[in-house]
């Protein structure tokens, strides 16, 4: 009787399996529908912070560097592969063309635009240019001494259409994008680019209608890319001067064959259960055979895992320092070219050392180690350069000592840019003036190295993430070093980093 009672519950908690498996995966296409539309919002959002930058030249710029700074921004911006032109105009000067290939027709129409633009603040519009199609964002600015500066730039959407698919190329969905008229703006087809989604596809003006409770469209229908049934959601993307749509598509057969899969998977344990149930009497010797192997697999699987949650830690630590690095470099550099144009009209042969000590700088950054440990001897000689150029920017506002207690302490190793991480953390954090010089001292001791600094904190400084000390932090866990430190005493900030001897 307990047999048929214990077939009879399998049989209906296999038919619950599958009813629930369908609901996870419509769950999960929903899923997985929100974090595409995130992930395209998010890159096409980054095309827009040119216009943040241009701010921050106005901010900091005085009038007669204005232009230069603008055209050392607008050169740089110019070596994006996304970004096929771009230009300025200061009050009604001439207009200056980041790109000097343009061609005469091309720089005659960017003309026009600003001339029949002057007075708008922000445009972000798609057009054709010649056989193809590009992302024209235009804004109009002024600077504290009401300097009216105009930027813009075009955005090659077939250049876009490579860069997603480079960086999005495993996914197994696709997307497109189009404005409010229904231009086609992104689509893994480049035929579709510039046309009207409307009569390309499926897509009804209705999908674009919304309710309060529901920000997004479902439904099924067929696909114009991979000409067969998909699941497609359309929502709003949230960028900010647009008024764009985006469509994510899922294949239709994937999710039936998972349903189709589990079922044929509850179908054979509803089946063996119940064969299991009726021989159970003559394999108890077996099924207890069956638990001590079972137990021998459990303690393998806990060694693979120790082994894999290693190998987590050093990826998340390389995660860790390529976002430090990205980080450290756009706003370093800016500042680095900034200094470097002052210097070159006033001290040639300082501005010369300036650029030497600049390129080994990014010499050592884009050439990280293998295991994100170096040796402290090269350490203090990189760190030793990142200081001339501060102290070249900062003049007597900053001081610096490196005192060396014991030469073997070189030969040991400790995190990659474990040093620049505490100084700049130092300079970001803490005022520091000619009266109220900010002091760093770097102490090298046998097996630590200290690094001290005066507490001069900013009244406005922005948050601290900690991003860099937890870096240091992942670092040493993983050496297993238990007594990095960073901690404030008194009127100091301390920072103790343990030296790593990879010999011992």
Known sequence: MSIVLTVISVY???????????????????????????????????????????????KISPSKNLSSNLEVLSSIQSTSPLISNNWFQINESEINFGN??????????????????????????????????????????????????RYGYDINLKALHNYFSTIDATALNYAFVFDQKGRCIYHPETTFIGKNVYDISSIQPSDTIFTKKKDYVQRTTLSEYLKLDVIRFTK????????????????EDVYDEDVTSIKKYTTAIYSITTIMLLFIFYLFTYANRKAYKEKEIAIQEKNTLLVENEKIIKEKALIQLQQ?????????????????????????????????????????????????????????????????????????????????????????????????????????????????????????????????????????????????????RSIYNHYSKNDFKASEKEDNFVCILPLIDIHS
């Open 324 to 472: 430090l690095k990205e980080q450290i470099n756009p706003h370093f550099l800016f500042n680095s070219l900034n200094s470097l144009y002052m210097l070159i009209g006033n001290d040639i042969k300082t501005a010369q050392k300036f650029t030497l000590n600049l390129s080994r700088i990014y010499r050592y950054l884009i050439d990280p180690p293998e295991k994100n440990i170096v040796l402290l001897k090269d350490e203090l000689l990189f760190i030793e350069k990142y200081i001339f150029l501060q102290q070249t920017r900062f003049k007597d506002e900053l001081f610096f000592s490196v005192e060396v207690e014991d030469e073997s302490a070189l030969t040991k190793s400790l995190p990659y840019l474990a040093l620049q991480i505490v100084v700049e953390n130092a300079i970001k954090h803490n005022m520091a003036t000619e009266e109220i010089p900010l002091r760093t001292t770097i102490v090298i001791k046998t097996d630590k190295v200290i690094i001290t600094n005066n507490l001069q904190k900013k009244q406005h400084a922005e948050p601290s993430t900690n991003f860099g000390l937890n870096y240091l």
């Open 100 to 149: 000097d290939t343009a061609s005469n027709v091309l720089k005659n129409d960017i003309r026009d635009f600003t001339k029949n633009n002057k007075s708008s603040q922000y445009i972000s519009i798609i057009i054709p240019q010649g056989k193809e199609w590009v992302w024209r964002i235009y804004f109009r600015a002024v600077t504290p001494n009401q300097t009216i500066v």
């Open 12 to 58: 209906f908690i296999s038919n619950m399996i599958t009813d629930l498996s369908d609901k996870m995966n419509e769950s999960n296409a929903r899923r997985n529908f929100i974090k595409k539309q995130e992930f395209m919002t998010q890159e096409f959002s980054k095309l827009l912070e040119h216009e943040r930058q241009i701010e921050h030249v106005l």
């Open 236 to 251: 709003k993307m949230d960028i900010k001067g647009v008024k764009w749509f985006i469509c994510v598509s899922f294949p």
